[in-house]
Each structure stands twice: as structure tokens, then as C-alpha cells.
């Protein structure tokens, strides 16, 4: 019985907790495995600027590199998601948010491809590997852009 009652409690207890939070409309946009509240880095905009140039120089350099043979694909992966996080958290709107996951999504993409070539040619050692993350990262930026509501471009 008491068992019963505690259970009863904590129910209602989360619920109250869950059902409380706020949603600011202008810029909730579903995006389960980000970690930042879309429009929560646009308090400073020099600093969301500044970040945002250093996130999208960080993803930039390990694309090159990965054109070099110097990195391999699991380090672009997360740089890509980095600014994506970034872009959706200093968005102002759904749209802007969405746009971010849209540029994520074709970043993944074209990372799928460029590896599905250098692999055709024998230039990525790390083989399946190296195709399967590809092809999870892809995947994953496509889930994210979807459940924001957004269109995947074919």
C-alpha cells in the first residue's frame, strides 16, 4: 500500500515538473540529441559570433585535413554536429533552426560521398569503418532534421 502511494506521488511529481517547463515557440524545434535549447546562445552575440566562426573554422580544418589523409571521418562528424548546436542555439526562429540541421545534414552527406570515393580509389585505410560512420552520421543529421520538421533534399 505504501509501495502504491510513493509511485502515486513521484507520478505526480514529474508530471508537475515536466508540464511546468516553458517552450519559447519561436524557436523550439525537436532536436533530441543537441544539447543546447535552440535560441539559448543569443543572451551575448559577440561571443554566439565568435563561436559560431570558431565551430564552423574547426569543422572546415578537419574537412581539409581529411582531404589531406591527416584525420580520419569520425573527427568531422562531431565538429559538424558542434556547429550545428551552435547555429540552432543562437537561432532566432524555427526556420533558422531548421536551416542549421538542413547544412548539418548536407555536411554528412557529402562526407558520406567523399568517403564512399576515397574509398574507391584505396586513399581511406580505415575501409567498412570509416563507411559506417559515414553513413551514421548521415543518417542521424537526416533524423535530426526530420523530427525538427524539416525536408530532405534527394
Request: net charge neutral; proline share 3%; charged share 25%.
Amino acid at each position: 500500500m505504501r509501495i502504491t502511494l510513493f509511485v502515486a506521488i513521484g507520478i505526480v511529481l514529474v508530471c508537475g515538473i515536466v508540464f511546468s517547463q516553458s517552450v519559447d515557440e519561436a524557436t523550439s524545434v525537436t532536436h533530441p540529441y543537441t544539447s543546447l535549447t535552440p535560441g539559448a546562445l543569443r543572451v551575448d552575440p559577440a561571443r554566439t559570433k565568435a563561436l559560431v566562426e570558431a565551430a564552423a573554422k574547426t569543422y572546415e580544418e578537419s574537412r581539409v585535413l581529411l582531404e589531406a589523409g591527416s584525420a580520419v571521418p569520425h573527427d568531422i562528424f562531431p565538429a559538424s554536429k558542434r556547429l550545428m548546436e551552435i547555429e540552432v542555439g543562437s537561432a532566432k526562429n524555427k526556420n533558422e533552426a531548421r536551416v542549421a540541421l538542413a547544412n548539418h545534414a548536407s555536411r554528412m552527406n557529402e562526407l558520406r560521398k567523399k568517403i564512399e570515393a576515397m574509398m574507391a580509389v584505396g586513399v581511406i585505410v580505415g575501409g567498412q569503418r570509416d563507411l559506417h560512420y559515414a553513413q551514421y552520421a548521415a543518417i542521424e543529421a537526416e533524423i535530426l532534421l526530420l523530427n525538427a520538421g524539416g525536408r530532405l533534399d534527394d
